[in-house]
């Protein structure tokens, strides 16, 4: 399964799902995982497995894009974090992934990775 994540950013990935007993689609990684006997984290935003960093390989995308593109609309802006965050979520140039990440940041007030509140 092929996704674009990032809207105008234009990144694709491949992930790789199979059936699981409950009949879900779920990565290949997270059955593995789940033989092994390791606990499977889901995405703070969707129900996807998640990484280390509590988001879905998409949400993470996203998110990095969304930390990484702060400093360009700071210098050029002179915006916070959360404004920006709202900018974001209003873009119609943003794609969903990056929309409900900013959402949810807005919600949770996380400020990870930015230097300015």
């Known amino acids: 399964m092929e996704r674009t ?12 799902y199979k059936e699981d007993t409950h009949g879900r689609y ?19 935003i969707c129900s996807r497995e998640a990484g280390e960093n509590g988001y879905c390989e998409l949400h993470t995308k996203a998110y990095e ?4 593109k702060y400093d360009t609309w700071k210098r050029a802006l002179e915006i916070s974090w959360k404004e920006y965050l709202s900018e974001v979520v209003k873009s119609s140039l943003a794609g969903e992934w990056a929309k409900e990440v900013a959402e ?3 919600d949770s007030g996380e400020k990870q990775n930015v230097t300015n509140g």
């Open 26 to 44: 779920v990565s290949i990684q997270s059955a593995q995982r789940k033989r092994k006997g390791g606990k499977e984290l889901n995405c703070k």
């Open 104 to 106: 949810h940041l807005i």
């Open 65 to 68: 894009n969304i930390v990484k």
């Open 5 to 16: 994540v990032g809207g105008a950013v234009g990144l694709r990935f491949r992930f790789e």
